[in-house]
């Protein structure tokens, strides 16, 4: 999930810094330290949006920069368990597909794909379902389940555990896909009734020709 977040820091403004509009200087080195890092309490930090209130600078001596406590506006992506998200797949592998989710990628496992037993193609690349025609390739637009969450310092060392194993996930055509095979089947158990009472029917009408 995103949110808009604000926070109260120190930052350390070196003497190639002060020249300028100290809130400029402040943007700048605040993009520079946060953007791209992931801290607990606020998930990833996606951009810094905006400097607010900023307190008097302090020097310390031996050190010729100046410190400024300041208010951090920025943007925030915390993904949380069980919490439903859409995404785009990025690669499809033997083990699983890749999706991208706002600013970090998750796994898909093979056996949370979907319900049904399915093909890896590596030709495609990606998963084809043996009973149900799904499709699975690079590029689909997918809403998957979150399942598992380990956030460590920074987004390439970070994982995420999703699943489409459950009513309404994955791809919006799945549903489509899943309407015209139960109207097959559905189709072919109407036929299959069909000749059955005419077999009864043929079966009573003779019986009553022999009791004649």
Same mark, same amino acid.
């Given at each position: ?41 606020? &998930?990833? %930090?996606?951009?810094? =949006?905006?400097? +607010? ?6 020097? !310390?001596? #031996? ?23 859409? &995404?785009? %797949?990025?690669?499809? =592998?033997?083990? +699983? ?6 600013? !970090?990628? #998750? ?106």
């Amino acid at each position: 999930m995103f949110y808009k977040t604000k926070i109260i820091d120190k930052v350390r403004v070196p003497p190639k810094k002060l020249g300028t509009k100290i809130k400029d200087s402040l943007l700048d080195i605040c993009r520079e330290d946060y953007e791209g890092r992931i801290k607990d309490e606020y &998930g990833v %930090i996606i951009a810094i =949006t905006g400097i +607010g209130e900023v307190g008097v600078g302090h020097v !310390i001596p #031996g050190d010729g920069a100046a410190y400024y406590e300041a208010e951090i506006e920025m943007l925030t992506y915390k993904p949380h368990v069980q919490e439903i998200t859409r &995404g785009t %797949i990025t690669e499809a =592998t033997e083990f +699983g597909a890749f999706v991208r989710i706002g600013p !970090i990628e #998750g796994l898909i496992h093979v056996s949370q794909i979907m319900d049904d037993y399915i093909n890896y193609d590596a030709k495609l690349p990606g998963f084809l379902g043996k009973k149900t025609d799904r499709k699975l390739i690079p590029e689909d637009n997918v809403l998957a389940r979150i399942v598992t969450i380990s956030l460590k310092g920074d987004t390439s060392s970070s994982k995420i555990g999703l699943t489409m194993r459950q009513p309404f996930l994955g791809k919006s055509d799945w549903a489509k896909v899943d309407e015209k095979g139960d109207k097959k089947e559905a189709k072919g158990k109407g036929k299959k009734g069909a000749d059955k009472e005419e077999k009864a029917e043929k079966k009573e009408s003779k019986a009553k020709e022999d009791k004649k």
